[in-house]
C-alpha cells in the first residue's frame, strides 16, 4: 500500500524559511521522479520542483529563481522542500507527488498547507 505524508507547513513572514517533508512509503521508487507542486485558491495548480530518485536529476518551476532547493533521503524514503525567503505568493498547499511528471502523479499526498504574511 502506498502512503505519501507531507509535513513541515506553516504560518511565517515573508522573507522567513520553511522545510517540507514526504515520507514515501510502498512506492517504486527506481529512476521515477518525485516532487511538489502547490495550488493556491482560485489557481492552477503549479509545478514547484521534482528530483529523479536515482540520478538526482532536478526540475524547478520558473518562478523558484533559487529560493527553494529540493532534495531526498533515498535511505529513509522521504523527500525534501526547502524554501527560503519566502513570499506572499507562496502562500498554497503544497502537494507531494510521487512518480510525478510535471504537474500529474501516481500518488500524491493531502498536501500542507503555506501561508506567508507580509
Known amino acids: 500500500q502506498v502512503h505519501v505524508v507531507e509535513s513541515g507547513g506553516g504560518v511565517v513572514q515573508a522573507g522567513d524559511s520553511l522545510r ?8 517504486t521508487f527506481d529512476n521515477y521522479a518525485m516532487g511538489w507542486v502547490r495550488q493556491a485558491p482560485g489557481r492552477e495548480r503549479e ?13 524547478y ?3 523558484v529563481k ?4 529540493i532534495s531526498r533521503d533515498a535511505a529513509k524514503g522521504t523527500l525534501s522542500l526547502q524554501m527560503n525567503n519566502l513570499k506572499p505568493e507562496d502562500t498554497a498547499k503544497y502537494y507531494c507527488g510521487a512518480q510525478i511528471v510535471n504537474l500529474s502523479a501516481n500518488y500524491w499526498g493531502q498536501g500542507t498547507q503555506v501561508t506567508v504574511s507580509s
Open 20 to 27: 517540507l517533508s514526504c515520507t514515501l512509503s510502498g512506492v
Open 47 to 59: 509545478f514547484v520542483a521534482s528530483i529523479r530518485w536515482i540520478t538526482g536529476s532536478i526540475l
Open 61 to 63: 518551476g520558473d518562478f
Open 66 to 69: 533559487g529560493r527553494f532547493t
